[in-house]
């Protein structure tokens, strides 16, 4: 499995999950992020002063990078923990709040802002993607490949007013989400268009996101 949910799980220092709208961070978490995290979000030019503006952190408990997404208020209601050694499976952990089933990260509500405001929207499954992608269009990333209802709705006034573009990861997965988003999206009368491409949208220059974007 790619994504592991810590349902009910403990850490050394502190609980995954709280209360019915926040979760916190795991435990033994620090901002001083290590070099190899710090090489692997240049990688997809992330830097530290991003990194620090956006709240990632590293678990020295999970040796896993820390991604975390906010609610309108700025609590914690979600986050995400990447592994940097292939080795180390799976790809992602993740804490798990109730409200993290209605949330996505929104690149603009992170700061992030974009070069073209007017749209379109594009959908990203992980949260680099949508701080890659959200340089230059408005980026929200579902957390996954399920477009939950409550997801749905924290996306719907964005996608009605910028339309959408799904650039889910070019695997069996990704295949699956763009065909289910689009039905879901189609019921409530948004519709959408598929961006396919070799990579994953967080291995794109700003330059070539927005060639391939305008190409869509």
């Known amino acids: 499995e790619n994504l592991v949910t810590l349902t009910g799980r403990a850490s050394q220092s502190s609980p995954t999950h709280t209360t019915d709208t926040e979760t916190i961070w795991p435990g033994l978490t620090t901002g001083d992020l ?3 995290a710090r090489t692997w979000l240049a990688s997809y030019s992330i830097s530290p002063e991003l990194s620090e503006k956006l709240q990632m952190r590293w678990s020295l408990e999970l040796q896993r990078l820390i991604l975390p997404c906010f609610n309108a208020q700025g609590e914690l209601v979600y986050w995400q923990g990447r592994s940097l050694e292939k080795w180390r499976k799976p790809k992602y952990l993740a804490g798990e709040s109730v409200a993290a089933r209605n949330v996505t990260f929104d690149s603009l509500r992170a700061g992030i802002n974009a070069k073209n ?6 959908l990203t499954e992980d949260i680099v993607s949508a701080v890659r992608v959200g340089h230059v269009f408005p980026a929200h990333a579902i957390l996954g490949t399920v477009l ?6 924290a996306i719907d006034a964005d996608a009605r007013s910028l339309g959408v ?3 889910f990861d070019n695997d069996g997965a990704g295949t699956k989400a763009r065909n289910a988003t689009r039905r879901t999206l189609g019921l409530v009368g948004i519709g959408c268009r598929h961006i396919k491409t070799s990579k994953d949208p967080k291995n794109y220059s700003n330059r ?9």
């Open 148 to 153: 939950t209802d409550g997801k749905l709705a």
């Open 34 to 36: 290590p070099m190899s």
């Open 208 to 216: 070539e996101i927005e060639e391939i974007v305008n190409a869509s």
């Open 117 to 122: 405001t007017a749209g379109p929207l594009i």
């Open 165 to 167: 573009r799904t650039w």
